[in-house]
C-alpha cells in the first residue's frame, strides 16, 4: 500500500498511517497536530533540513512560474497602445481593426509551414501575427452555428447577433447602429480597406443596412452617403468598381444606369480608380479626403497573382499604409483619432476554392499588413490598439489528408505549394481565354496546352494523371475546384467543404485590447470593445435611423413602400433560431 508523503523513515505501529497522514497534513498547512510536543525529538536536523529545502523549492518554482505567465503577457500583447491595466486612454486615440476573413488556425499552421520551408527558416521562425494572439471567437450567428460574413461582421459593427445574409440589421429588420458610424458622429475620421469589393459584406457592416447582402448596388450608394446617416465614410480603399457605374459603361454590374461615383463626388469625394491614381496619393502623404478609390473592376487578383501586376493593382499593404497616413494627417489637429477597418478580404475566397496556394500567400499579404501597423502604433504618439480577428474559417482546412483507403501517413507536403506560382483562378481564367481565342482545336493541342502551360509552368507540377488532364479537358467549368485539388492531393492538403465552416477563430491585439479579449469570446464582445475603447454611443445611431429611415423609403408605381434596406429575405428562412435537421441529408 502506498505510504503519505514523507513517511518512509517513521516507525510502523497500529496507527502510524493515521499518524503520518496527520504529520503531512500539518506540514503542508502548518496546523499543529495536537500531539505530544515532544514528538520534535524524535526527528534530528537531517529531516527538517529537507523539509526546509522541499517547501523552499515549492516557492522558488512558483515565483518562476509567475514570473513566466507574466512575461508572456507582456510580450503577448506586445505593449503598444495604452496602459496595460486594459483602461482605454481618455484623450485623443486610434483604433485599428482588422478581418482576416475566412481564417481559421489551420491557415496560419499553412502559412507558417509554408514560409518556413520556402525561405529556409527554422521551426521556431514565426509569423508577425503569432506573439498577439489574445483569445478566440465563437463565431455563430442567430440562424446558424455556421455564420456567414455579413452576420459575422454585423457582430462586430454592432454588437449583436443578426441571420446569414444581414448586413447590420436585426433579424426583425431593423437597423442597428455601427461603430463607425457611431465614431464618425463622435468627430473621428474613419476608413475602410479591403481587397475585394468595397460592396461586400464585411465592408458593408460597418457603413450600410440592408436586409440581404446581395444588394450590392444598393450598399454603394449608402457607402458614399445616400442614406439616412449622410456621408460617414472619410476614405474608402478596395475594389467593386463595377457596382458603382451607370450600366451603360462598360465596366458596369449595376442593375440600373445610376452613376455612383458621380454621387460620390457630388458628397465630397476625390475619386482614384488606377494605379497611377493610387500612386500619385504618395502613400497618404497627397490625400484629399474624403476619398473613393476603387482599383478593380470586382475584387483585387490574388497576392499570388497580383505580384506579377503591381503596375495595376495595389496590395493590401500599400492601402494599409495609405490610410494610415492619411487618416493621421486628417486628425493632427484635433482631439480625436480615427477608427480604420482593414480586411484581408480573399482568403475566404481562397478557402472557397480550396486553393492553397492563393491561400498561404493571402495569409502573408495579411500578416505584412499587421506588421506595418504594428510599426505604425510604435511610431505614433497618439494612443492606439489594433484588433485582429476573423469572421469565420472557410473551407474547413486541414494540414493532413487522407488519400487512400490504407492507413495515412503522418505528413504534409509544403514544398507543392513552394513549387507553385499561380492560383487556381487564375489558371482557370487562361484555360477559359485559351477556348475563347480557339474556336476551332485538336484535342491533343488542348491537353498539350493544358499540362506544359498550365499543370507544369503555373502549378510546378510534372505528374498529371490521364484523370486529372481528362476532367479539365472535359469540364473547364470545374477547372479551378481541379486545379486547385490537383495541387491539394499532392500537399496532402484537405478540405472538408467550400464553404463556411464552425471553427473558433483566433483574437489577435496589442496590449489596450489584452485584458478585455484574453480567452474565448462571443464575436459580439468585439464589438462590444470598439464601443468601448471608442466611447461610442451606438444607441443613440439606431435611433437616428429608425427616426430618418422611412425617409429614404421609396414607392412603387401601384403604391407599394420598399424599405431603403431593400426587401427581406425569403419567407420560411429561420431568421433569430437554429434550422434543425429534416431527414434529408442533402439540406
Not at 517547501?55 to 507582456?74: K, N, S
Not at 494599409?320 to 486628417?330: D, F, I, K, P, S
Not at 501597423?373 to 504618439?381: F, G, H
Not at 466611447?535 to 435611433?543: E, F, H, R, Y
Amino acid at each position: 500500500m502506498s505510504q503519505p508523503l514523507l513517511s518512509s523513515s517513521r516507525p510502523s505501529s497500529d496507527h502510524s498511517d493515521e499518524r503520518a497522514g496527520a504529520e503531512e497534513d500539518a506540514l503542508l498547512t502548518e496546523m499543529h497536530t495536537g500531539k505530544d510536543p515532544d514528538h520534535v525529538k524524535r526527528y534530528g536536523w537531517g529531516f527538517w533540513r529537507e523539509v526546509g529545502l522541499f517547501m523552499w523549492a515549492m516557492i522558488a518554482t512558483a515565483g518562476i512560474i509567475i514570473i513566466a505567465v507574466l512575461y508572456q503577457h507582456h510580450t503577448s500583447s506586445g505593449g503598444r497602445g495604452a496602459s496595460d491595466n486594459g483602461k482605454a486612454p481618455t484623450g485623443k486615440r486610434n483604433l485599428i481593426f482588422m478581418v482576416s476573413d475566412g481564417m481559421g488556425p489551420t491557415s496560419l499552421s499553412l502559412t507558417r509551414s509554408f514560409r518556413q520551408h520556402e525561405s529556409g527558416l527554422p521551426i521556431d521562425d514565426i509569423l508577425v501575427l503569432d506573439p498577439y494572439q489574445i483569445g478566440s471567437s465563437r463565431t455563430r450567428s442567430s440562424s446558424s452555428l455556421v455564420t456567414d460574413s455579413a452576420a459575422g461582421a454585423t457582430a462586430f459593427s454592432c454588437g449583436f447577433k443578426s441571420y446569414n445574409g444581414a448586413i447590420s440589421v436585426l433579424p426583425d429588420h431593423s437597423p442597428c447602429g455601427t461603430v463607425l458610424e457611431a465614431a464618425k458622429k463622435a468627430g473621428y475620421m474613419t476608413g475602410l480597406v479591403v481587397t475585394t469589393r468595397i460592396t461586400d459584406a464585411t465592408p458593408a457592416c460597418f457603413a450600410a443596412h440592408v436586409n440581404t447582402r446581395g444588394e450590392e448596388d444598393r450598399i454603394a450608394e449608402q457607402e458614399v452617403g445616400d442614406y439616412p446617416l449622410g456621408r460617414v465614410v472619410d476614405l474608402i480603399l478596395g475594389g467593386g468598381r463595377c457596382h458603382f457605374l451607370p450600366n451603360s459603361i462598360e465596366g458596369s454590374c449595376r442593375a440600373d444606369n445610376k452613376d455612383v461615383v458621380a454621387l460620390a463626388k457630388e458628397n465630397g469625394f476625390s475619386y482614384a480608380s488606377t494605379r497611377k491614381d493610387f500612386d500619385d496619393l504618395k502613400l497618404g502623404k497627397a490625400v484629399d479626403l474624403p476619398l473613393l478609390g476603387l482599383f478593380a473592376e470586382t475584387d483585387i487578383p490574388y497576392e499570388v497573382d497580383r505580384r506579377f501586376v503591381e503596375d495595376t493593382y495595389p496590395s493590401l499593404d500599400e492601402m494599409a499604409r495609405t490610410a494610415l497616413e492619411a487618416l493621421t494627417e486628417a486628425t493632427k489637429d484635433s482631439d480625436k483619432g480615427f477608427f480604420l477597418m482593414i480586411e484581408g478580404s480573399r482568403i475566404d475566397h481562397a478557402g472557397h476554392a480550396n486553393d492553397p496556394v492563393a491561400q498561404v500567400h493571402e495569409v502573408l499579404a495579411y500578416d505584412k499588413a499587421f506588421e506595418s501597423v504594428l510599426a505604425y502604433l510604435d511610431k505614433s504618439d497618439t494612443p492606439g490598439v489594433v484588433v485582429s480577428t476573423s469572421d469565420h474559417e472557410t473551407g474547413g482546412l486541414a494540414t493532413a489528408r487522407q488519400l487512400h483507403t490504407t492507413y495515412p501517413e503522418y505528413l504534409w507536403y509544403p514544398g507543392v505549394l513552394v513549387n507553385a506560382s499561380r492560383s487556381a483562378e487564375y489558371l482557370a481564367g487562361q484555360l477559359h481565354q485559351y477556348h475563347e481565342n480557339n474556336k476551332v482545336f485538336s484535342e491533343p493541342e488542348l491537353k498539350r496546352y493544358i499540362n506544359e502551360t498550365l499543370i507544369q509552368t503555373g502549378l510546378g507540377i510534372y505528374d498529371l494523371a490521364d484523370d486529372e488532364l481528362a476532367i479539365l479537358v472535359d469540364q473547364p467549368d470545374l477547372a479551378a475546384y481541379t486545379f486547385a485539388d490537383i495541387v491539394s492531393r499532392r500537399a496532402q492538403v484537405g478540405w472538408s467543404t467550400h464553404g463556411h465552416s464552425a471553427v473558433d477563430v483566433n483574437i489577435y491585439g496589442t496590449s489596450a485590447a489584452s485584458p478585455a479579449l484574453t480567452g474565448n469570446h462571443e464575436n459580439t464582445e468585439i464589438g462590444e470593445f470598439i464601443r468601448d475603447y471608442l466611447g461610442l454611443d451606438l444607441k443613440a445611431i439606431t435611433a437616428e435611423l429608425e427616426e430618418k429611415g422611412t425617409m429614404y423609403d421609396t414607392l412603387a408605381a401601384d403604391g407599394t413602400r420598399h424599405s431603403w434596406m431593400g426587401a427581406p429575405p425569403g419567407e420560411g428562412d429561420p431568421l433569430d433560431h437554429l434550422d434543425h435537421y429534416h431527414g434529408d441529408h442533402k439540406h
